[in-house]
């Protein structure tokens, strides 16, 4: 089972960057990777994953602004995040499933995998 364990995160302006990382315990060769979030009070919200095909994607809400990125399949899987907006503050959480999977098809379904890290906080002020 893969494990996986967020880093970075925090508080920023609104406008403000930051940048999160999750180190993987296996080698990804076997699973499609991402990221999801879910603020308090509302649901998880798939953000941005690598699909099958090693094609990054991403929710409607975030593209142009977030950026995914794996090196290689043993590497951490990092996301960019720039001109951050209040209405981003949430929990990240990075994710994982067996290549597949229904989970693996898109961002709407990735937030369901069975794999996920402990989470990371994100918060932009106004």
């Known amino acids: 089972q893969i494990q996986l364990v967020e880093s970075g995160g925090g508080s920023v302006e609104s406008g403000g960057s930051l940048s999160l990382s999750c180190a993987t315990s296996?080698?990804?060769?076997?699973?499609?990777m991402g990221w999801f979030r879910q603020a308090p009070g509302k649901g998880r919200e798939g953000v941005a994953m690598?699909?099958?095909?090693?094609?990054?994607q991403y929710a409607e809400s975030v593209k142009g602004r977030f950026t995914i990125s794996q090196n290689n399949q043993i590497g951490p899987v990092n996301l960019q995040m720039n001109n951050l907006k209040p209405e981003d503050t949430a929990m990240y959480y990075c994710?994982?499933?067996?290549?597949?999977?229904?989970?693996?098809?898109?961002?709407?379904?990735?937030?369901?995998?069975?794999?996920r890290g402990q989470g990371t906080q994100v918060t932009v002020s106004p």
């Open positions: 690598i699909d099958v095909n090693g094609v990054p």
């Open positions: 994710a994982a499933e067996v290549r597949g999977r229904a989970e693996c098809t898109g961002v709407l379904l990735f937030p369901y995998g069975r794999y």
């Open positions: 296996d080698h990804t060769s076997r699973y499609c």
